[in-house]
């Protein structure tokens, strides 16, 4: 819960957190090494000088640091926790589903466990997909088109392989699928981050919600165009949102382009704990305003209405929260420093 | 940055012709964005260039691309001999460098690995949005100085050539974009229209704002990649060490203690 100034009570539904491990014990090998290391870079780079970590937290924090930074020290009310596997890079997964499911079943009230599949695996990612369904019953998926399985580096997700696993999602109501649109962290492939596969992906499953981790960017008109035509496209703030700090005036460019285009309802809030904590982001996102001239220039504003919605409401939307009972769920549950 | 004060001749000469390769995603001299690592000149007249980019995954079709400006940019010097380039701490470091010192050309290195593209259509690509870009920062800078938009709109070559802007970035970026726009062939006599498109449309009243919010919406995207690469390279084997909570000497000289721990 997120306390404004003036007193009010703001839901917030943090979109995208890890729970990973990055440490040298899970590292495969250089890369597994030299990923940690530029997501630490991120995290130093963006991050204000007094939230930032030393590196062997980093690497691996514990249960106990994931809840009392998001829930305790942070606004958050439930996060989503993302699982990116990097099988390629990391002995048991950079995010791995069950350690997180472990995690997040001491306050389940909490969490919401997003599974993760790669299309490249054939029959057995179908299988695994039945799998993440029937034991975890999982909600939502984060695809990497950019992640590295052998010797493949990327594919799209108007791939065959791909569609026949968004069909199975539909089928059995896994709805939202958060796919990794961004800086070019792996980008061996020609552009495995381009965004027009996505657009045919929206088109061919209607039932299913794409939301756009980081906003496409750098492709942040390509995106914007595809995210205008398609009613199921939403943007997730990741990785956006930390230039509040570094770069604010960039930071109201971007805010105005996502708005004009695609209006307050489908932007979503996202962290990407533990690049970045979600304590500093919300409190200078609530009081943000988009420079006046820029403002002018596309006709759009934040309000505390709009926040409101970016911050927990949409997201809360698609996950089917009901606000209401989960506020007073967690008023019954309060926050605590976890026991020993 | 390099003290050029403290380089021999030939050594300055190198650093000279480094400031006209730009990395191509962010149109930044890759002088001006810490890229270069080392500049060393043999008595032969061999040089040796050593550049480092903001991290390991970052993109290997503009590593190539750099590495082919720093070996043209550097050969063109009438007293040089041969060129080696290095790149370092990168995914394509081995097989870059081996190409490099083999004396393949890159184009030849690339043909080994199709997944990148082609280069030369990488290189269209970003030269358009470089030269997007430039003319986004005089068009901004003509218009806080006064002009509506039907006067930019008629401005020819040879207006925008006697023009001086006092903004910095502005002023920086008017000679860049003037430069871009002959080799481009889009502007050549003195009469053609000063901001035409990258396609050769020219520029009107009624499609000013238009235009701009096109040259806006690259300007995102690239500020996007330069920030985070500035940033990077600046973090980059850099770690903040922190012992029971209190910074030590490290975070005061890399200016990572906030002013309210400092002041008492």
Not at chain 1, 191 to 199: E, N, P, S
Not at chain 2, 157 to 169: C, F, I, M, V
Not at chain 2, 209 to 238: D, P, S, W
Request: proline share 5%.
């Amino acid at each position: 819960m997120y306390k404004t100034p003036d007193g009010r009570e703001i839901f917030v539904v943090d979109g995208h957190t890890h729970f990973w491990d990055g440490s040298p014990e899970n590292q495969r090998n250089v890369h597994g090494k030299q990923f940690i290391d530029c997501f630490y870079a991120y995290h130093t780079n963006l991050s204000p000088p007094e939230e930032r970590w030393e590196k062997s937290k980093f690497e691996k924090y514990s249960e106990d640091d994931i809840y009392n930074d998001l829930f305790v020290e942070g606004p958050d009310d439930m996060a989503i926790v993302q699982t990116t596997v990097l099988g390629d890079f990391y002995k048991k997964g950079f995010g791995n589903v069950e350690r997180t499911i472990k995690m997040a079943s001491r306050h389940p009230e909490r969490f919401i466990v997003n599974g993760a599949f790669d299309p490249r695996d054939g029959e057995k990612a179908l299988e695994y997909i039945h799998y993440l369904k029937e034991t975890h019953n999982i909600q939502g998926v984060k695809l990497y088109t950019a992640e590295w399985n052998g010797d493949s580096k990327g594919y799209k997700l108007n791939d065959p392989a791909a569609y026949k696993c968004l069909e199975l999602c539909d089928k059995l109501g896994i709805r939202n699928v958060h796919v990794h649109k961004g800086p070019t962290i792996i980008p061996l492939n020609k552009d495995a981050f381009d965004v027009h596969d996505v657009d045919y992906a929206a088109t061919d499953f209607q039932n299913l919600n794409f939301i756009v981790e980081h906003c496409g960017l750098p492709r942040l008109d390509d995106f914007c165009w595809i995210a205008v035509q398609e009613t199921n496209v939403y943007a997730g703030l990741a990785v956006v949102l930390p230039f509040i700090h570094a770069r604010p005036r960039y930071f109201g460019e971007v805010m105005a382009e996502l708005l004009f285009w695609l209006g307050p309802d489908k932007i979503l809030f996202g962290s990407d704990y533990a690049i970045w904590t979600p304590k500093w982001l919300v409190e200078k996102f609530w009081t943000f305003q988009i420079p006046e001239d820029i403002a002018a220039e596309r006709g759009v504003q934040l309000t505390d209405e709009i926040r409101e919605k970016i911050l927990g409401l949409n997201a809360a939307r698609l996950y089917g929260i009901d606000v209401e009972a989960a506020k007073a769920r967690l008023a019954a549950a309060p926050v605590s420093i976890a026991a020993e | 940055m390099q003290d050029r004060h403290t380089l021999t001749p030939r050594e300055r000469d190198v650093w000279s012709r480094l400031d006209r390769v730009d990395d191509p995603e962010l149109d930044e001299p890759l002088t001006d964005l810490g890229f270069i690592e080392a500049v060393s000149v043999g008595d032969a007249g061999d040089v040796l260039v050593c550049f480092r980019l903001p991290t390991y995954w970052c993109s290997p079709n503009f590593a190539f691309l750099m590495a082919e400006g720093i070996r043209d940019e550097v050969g063109a010097l009438p007293w040089v001999s041969r060129v080696a380039v290095q790149l370092e701490d990168h995914m394509c470091a081995d097989e870059m460098n081996a190409a490099v010192n083999a004396g393949r050309s890159f184009s030849e290195a690339m043909a080994l690995r199709p997944e990148l593209g082609d280069l030369g259509e990488v290189r269209e690509k970003f030269a358009r949005k470089a030269f997007q870009r430039r003319q986004e920062a005089v068009l901004l800078a003509l218009r806080t100085l006064g002009l509506k938009p039907a006067d930019v709109a008629a401005m020819t070559l040879s207006q925008l050539e006697r023009t001086r802007l006092h903004d910095p970035e502005a002023a920086r970026q008017l000679p860049r974009y003037l430069e871009i726009l002959r080799a481009r062939g889009l502007a050549t006599a003195e009469c053609d229209p000063a901001f035409p498109d990258p396609d050769g449309r020219g520029l009107t009243a009624a499609g000013y704002a238009e235009r701009m919010g096109e040259l806006r919406a690259v300007r995102i995207n690239m500020e996007f990649g330069g920030a985070l690469c500035r940033g990077l390279k600046e973090t980059r084997y850099k770690e903040v060490v922190r012992i029971d909570g209190e910074p030590t000497l490290v975070d005061f000289l890399h200016d990572r203690v906030p002013a309210r721990q400092t002041a008492g």
